[in-house]
């Protein structure tokens, strides 16, 4: 069995989108919070194959994407700047892949947006695992590797986790909610968890507030 121990991770490139779309698509096409913007699920799926290739290249070009060794799984890290300061030209390719639905992700970015604490820190966009390879290690070998680099710099993250499974496993990470109850997507939409990690240190391997 393949663990967060063993699992080799490394930075993507272009050379990467092809094999990781399908990964990203089976990630994310089945969540609530997709569900949200896409209700339809065939025409969700392939709304996901053009948009999944889109939100890697952006994470490539605008911040930085972390993959595994077999192409298991991918987390796109972002600097706070760039969250503040949405790409517009990725915005359009949004607008454009989406079409009628571009409303309802623009609804998201806004949610998404508010809820971008000011200070600086790296934002997690993005944390997608192949089905088959959730709960075996995967996942955490992405966070680990960049909370590494994240504790050495004393850098903060932030995510938005989109479900209950993915919000226990950023606790046992050591984030923590940023607000006393979940948000909610508007018309009834599945709820969202704004949170946050401090760095860690050799001294301080708890969270701070």
């Known amino acids: 069995m393949t663990t967060a121990s063993t699992t080799l991770i490394r930075v993507a490139d272009r050379n990467d989108i092809n094999p990781l779309t399908p990964v990203l698509v089976d990630a994310f096409v089945d969540t609530p919070d997709a569900s949200w913007l896409i209700p339809d699920p065939d025409e969700r799926r392939r709304i996901y194959q053009q948009l999944c290739p889109a939100i890697l290249t952006h994470g490539i070009t605008a911040g930085t994407v972390y993959t595994s060794d077999d192409h298991a799984g991918a987390a796109l890290w972002l600097p706070h700047t760039v969250a503040h300061s949405p790409d517009p030209h990725h915005a359009a390719t949004v607008d454009r892949v989406t079409g009628p639905h571009a409303p309802r992700f623009a609804r998201l970015a806004a ?39 994240c504790d050495t710099a004393g850098t903060p993250v932030h995510l938005i986790a989109t479900t209950p499974d993915a919000r226990r496993l950023y606790q046992r990470l050591g984030y923590y909610d940023t607000t006393p109850t979940p948000v909610h997507l508007p018309d009834g939409g599945p709820p969202l968890w704004p949170m946050w990690r401090q760095p860690h240190t050799h001294t301080n391997t708890r969270r701070e507030r």
Not at 114 to 120: D, E, F, G, Q, S
């Open 111 to 149: 949610l998404l947006h508010n809820h971008t604490p000011p200070r600086p820190h790296t934002y997690l966009a993005y944390l997608g695992v192949a089905p088959d390879r959730q709960r075996h290690g995967t996942g955490t070998a992405l966070l680990t590797h960049r909370h590494a680099t």
